[in-house]
């Protein structure tokens, strides 16, 4: 036996609110206070550091500009497919929400990327104390052939250097320095959100869709829903992207 | 099946109330058994535990004697469960979750299934933490708030800690968001704003607490999760040496660690949460002495609007206190200037609701049951924790009793004989609802005199002591220190208050399950009481109500003029009242 | 809120960076390829103007199917 619970699709008179919807925002807001704690951490772990590096030393530009770009897309096919719904075009949502699952496993791919990347750079400490940073091409047990960064149109070869030489080498990971471990931190629990994204749009996609049949009303609602939450992390993204990169 | 369907993955909001009045009150029991270890090491400390000191093995008490690092972990975890597995799961999941929605006239929560899972995540948050004892290095032992840095470099308890924190947050949102909705969509005709019992409006209030102060915690978990498993230092700050080693990456790739970081940055984001949790703690509280004071004095709750946004100022306020408990870390005097004066404002409308509540009980005619025992100690008991924080609020005060047994004393007047005494008023008050079934009065009378007279016993010295400069930390209560040496007698008495507690407790034990068997029979209204729980049968069925009732009037009408009996309930239309009247 | 209202401020907040990001560009690009920034920067600067059509259009949409 279930329950009626009364508001479930229909607005409530007084509120003008249906109760998802409702759920829905308060969710985001606890979601702001969530990212709200951590950029409020960045704002003070930057404020009382004595130095800072600039994103560009440690980001690929272009790319992450190209993947803000998809975001944003995504987040206009979301809105199209969800106003499909309302037009009564089931055909026109299955398109425009496989658009807005195929950018959002875009963006998380070229997120990926970007990982491996990080991975595949260290710090290289030499023995007179120098620092060095740059992508390793290969490493064996005598030597290291590092590609080091361009900085200021410096030379861009590869140089070889004999493990005798090497100090300390660290890679681009988390622990390298705060700012890596803000970029850690920020945008792993950021693609986080987003692959939840990706499954709930899956799922409406594919078999959740078949309520479109039965309660069209309740369907576009819970569409809606699925979109408030993609807007809003992609809105993440759109501060991260500056405070992360450019700053 | 059915029983699995009924008593256990129930969607019904009655069922997950009780399961969350359930689960917290063994949680209670098992904070509480925690703190009784310990306080056999303040009273007594080096000796060995009598009976049952060898069950605890030689990694814990040795010959039955307790280790510090295993004071530490009964410290931290006595915290942490009593908070975030008893207290709050009690006050807001089981109340919340069994009380609101009847109150409201509404046929269940907003959203049954998230309530289930709201429960389960709680359950297994609760599993969790239990489970931390029995890890290398055993529970988590940081305190419960698990300061950085010693947390971050603490044993692998802490890590096991974070995670169930992580549950228990998911857990809250989930229940928050729920309560919200459904009060804010689902009450009954007629139910305006105005006419909502004070309780709902408490719930309501804390609701949003929960919503908006636990993400900021969950930032600092992860956080320190990254410190603890990937080796960065949000939390460490630079040439941390520990025993005399600079202190290593503890994690991941190079053996060393950036630094940086700040300790402090902990502490704002934990007391960000913990400050609003303690209005979480009590707000729920004087929701449920409110209704029973009103029942049982027979009139109108003085100023109700009063008490709604009081409420509302407590609940705003108290996201802008939380740096009070961060005084003495070098802050600074102008981060202190600025919470000292939002501390004293905050006591302002907390001591309006204290007010409103005292100024009901005068003219009514009161009956003293045990549901309104437990409400009217709570007055007094709360109003000690209450005044026993203005010292704490000024920085120049604090500075001499921070750290001390006086803080300690402070907020278990509050906590202890305050919210669980009207968490236990709220069991007497609301069980014949749940079970149809009274519970005795007798033994409610003795678990009450006996509960209140021992909550004083133990907490009272701690006054004393604080302001004798005895600190919370010490391991052996004070038998090292010179300073402590007039002031140690004072441990025994407070333990053995602790353990007589404990059997008190068994006379409440006994009630609860003797009454659900065997407790006298009663009516759907045994208290004749206006709101719209007792409108329904005992227990409610299914849905709540046999047809959804409407609301004509506010929540406390008592002995209204022109009307035959002293109560006038909410669903009650109004010409059947007139016609009351003339008869 | 609903989400027509939640995305134009989504659009607004886009156009804001997409504008940032050209000013970032052409200002404060890190050393070296210079070509390459001045180029990214007169794309954003364009995307800029384009979020700002898709914004009239899609409010003129919302009208044109009575969805405002
Ligand atoms: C109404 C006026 C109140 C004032 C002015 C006040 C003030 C304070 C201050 C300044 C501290 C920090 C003391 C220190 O660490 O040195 C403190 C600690 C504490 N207060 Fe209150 N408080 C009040 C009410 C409450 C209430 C209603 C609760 C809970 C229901 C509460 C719970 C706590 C807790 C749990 C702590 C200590 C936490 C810890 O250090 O472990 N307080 N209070
Ligand atoms: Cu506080």
């Known amino acids: 036996m279930t329950v009626e619970i009364p508001y479930g699709v229909q607005e409530r008179p007084d509120t003008g609110l249906w109760n998802a919807k409702l759920g829905m925002w308060l969710f985001l807001a606890s979601e702001v206070m969530l990212f709200g704690g951590l950029f409020a951490s960045y704002a003070t772990l930057r404020t009382y550091a004595p130095d800072w590096p600039k994103g560009s030393d440690f980001q690929n530009i272009p790319l992450g500009t190209f993947n803000t770009a998809v975001l944003i897309t995504s987040s206009i096919t979301m809105v199209m497919g969800w106003a499909s719904l309302v037009m009564g075009q089931f055909g026109k949502f299955r398109l425009y929400m496989g658009l807005t699952l195929l950018l959002g496993v875009l963006f998380l791919g070229i997120k990926a990327t970007e990982y491996r990347g990080k991975f595949e750079h260290y710090g290289v400490t030499l023995a007179d104390g120098t620092v060095v940073t740059g992508h390793v091409e290969s490493q064996d047990a005598s030597r290291v052939v590092l590609l080091p960064d361009a900085k200021g149109g410096a030379a861009h070869e590869p140089m070889t250097l004999a493990r005798s030489q090497i100090k300390r080498m660290i890679v681009f990971g988390p622990w390298y320095n705060t700012y890596l471990a803000l970029y850690f931190t920020l945008t792993g629990l950021h693609a986080l959100h987003l692959l939840a994204g990706v499954l709930v749009n899956l799922y409406l996609w594919g078999p959740g869709s078949r309520m479109w049949q039965r309660e069209p009303e309740r369907f576009t609602h819970r569409v809606e829903c699925a979109g408030l939450f993609w807007h809003f992390v992609d809105l993440v993204w759109i501060f991260l992207f500056p405070i992360l990169y450019l700053l | 099946m059915g029983f699995w369907r009924h008593y256990v993955f129930s969607t019904d909001h009655k069922m997950i109330g009780l399961q969350y009045l359930f689960t917290g009150l063994v949680f209670l029991l098992f904070g509480f058994s925690l703190m009784m270890l310990m306080r056999w090491q303040l009273a007594y400390p080096g000796k060995a535990l009598p009976l049952i000191g060898s069950w605890f093995g030689e990694s814990r008490m040795p010959g039955g004697v307790m280790l510090p690092e295993f004071y530490n972990q009964l410290g931290a975890m006595h915290g942490t469960i009593m908070v975030f597995l008893a207290v709050v799961p009690i006050a807001f999941g089981a109340f919340g979750n069994f009380v609101v929605p009847l109150q409201i006239g509404a046929p269940d929560m907003a959203f049954p299934k998230l309530n289930a899972a709201s429960y389960w995540t709680y359950f297994v948050g609760g599993l969790i933490m239990f489970a931390s004892f029995f890890v290398p290095g055993g529970a988590a032992n940081s305190g419960w708030t698990s300061y950085a840095p010693l947390a971050d470099i603490a044993t692998m308890g802490q890590t096991v800690w974070l995670f169930g924190m992580v549950w228990l947050i998911t857990s809250s949102l989930l229940g928050s968001v729920n309560l919200i909705t459904t009060v804010v969509q689902c009450r009954a005709p007629g139910m305006t704003w105005m006419r909502l019992p004070f309780f709902v409006w408490t719930q309501l209030v804390t609701g949003f607490l929960l919503l908006l102060a636990f993400p900021p915690l969950e930032s600092a978990a992860v956080m320190q999760l990254m410190d603890r498993l990937a080796g960065t230092s949000f939390f460490l700050p630079s040439g941390l040496v520990i025993s005399g080693q600079m202190l290593k990456a503890t994690a991941g790739g190079p053996d060393l660690l950036v630094g940086g970081g700040s300790p402090l940055l902990w502490q704002h984001l934990f007391w960000f949460l913990a400050h609003p949790e303690v209005y979480v703690l009590v707000l729920p509280a004087m929701g449920v002495v409110t209704e029973i004071i009103a029942n049982n004095t027979r009139r109108p709750i003085m100023g109700y609007r009063a008490l709604v946004f009081s409420a509302f100022a407590v609940g705003f306020m108290s996201f802008l206190v939380w740096a009070h408990h961060m005084y003495l870390t070098g802050m600074g005097t102008t981060m202190s200037t600025f919470f000292q004066t939002t501390t004293v404002i905050i006591s302002i409308p907390s001591m309006v609701i204290m007010a409103m509540l005292v100024l009901s009980l005068w003219g009514g005619s009161i009956r003293f049951n045990t549901p309104m025992l437990f409400a009217l100690a709570f007055l007094p008991m709360f109003g000690l924790g209450g005044l026993t924080g203005l010292p704490l609020a000024f920085g120049i005060t604090d500075t001499y009793l921070h750290d001390t047994y006086y803080v300690i004393g402070h907020f278990h007047y509050v906590v202890a004989p305050g919210t669980i005494f009207a968490i236990f008023a709220g069991v007497y008050y609301w069980f014949p609802k749940a079970s149809g079934r009274m519970m005795d009065e007798t033994l409610g009378k003795v678990h009450f005199w006996g509960t209140l007279v021992c909550m004083n016993v133990i907490f009272f010295p701690m006054f004393i002591q604080g302001m004798a400069g005895i600190s919370r930390r010490w391991y052996d209560g004070g038998a090292t220190y010179d300073l402590a040496k007039n002031y140690l007698h004072l441990n025994a008495w407070m333990s053995w208050g602790a353990w007589v507690m404990a059997l008190v407790q068994v006379a409440f034990i006994v009630n609860f399950f003797w009454s659900m068997k065997r407790g006298r029979k009663v009516s759907d209204n045994p208290w004749q009481a206006t709101t719209l729980e007792w409108a329904t049968p005992s227990p409610p069925p299914h849905g709540n109500f046999p047809a959804m009732p409407t609301v004509y009037r506010g929540a406390y009408e008592y002995s209204a003029p022109d009307c035959a009996e002293d109560f006038l309930p909410q669903h009650q239309p109004p010409a059947s009242a007139t016609m009351g009247a003339t008869t | ?68």
Do not use: D
């Open chain 3, 1 to 68: 809120m609903s989400i027509k209202a939640v995305h134009l401020l989504f659009i607004t907040l886009a156009t804001l960076l997409a504008l940032g990001f050209g000013v970032w560009c052409v200002q404060f690009q890190p050393a070296g390829n210079r070509a390459l920034y001045v180029g990214l920067g007169a794309v954003s600067f364009a995307a800029a103007a384009g979020l700002v059509a898709y914004g009239v259009w899609f409010i003129r949409k919302l009208k044109r199917e009575g969805m405002l």
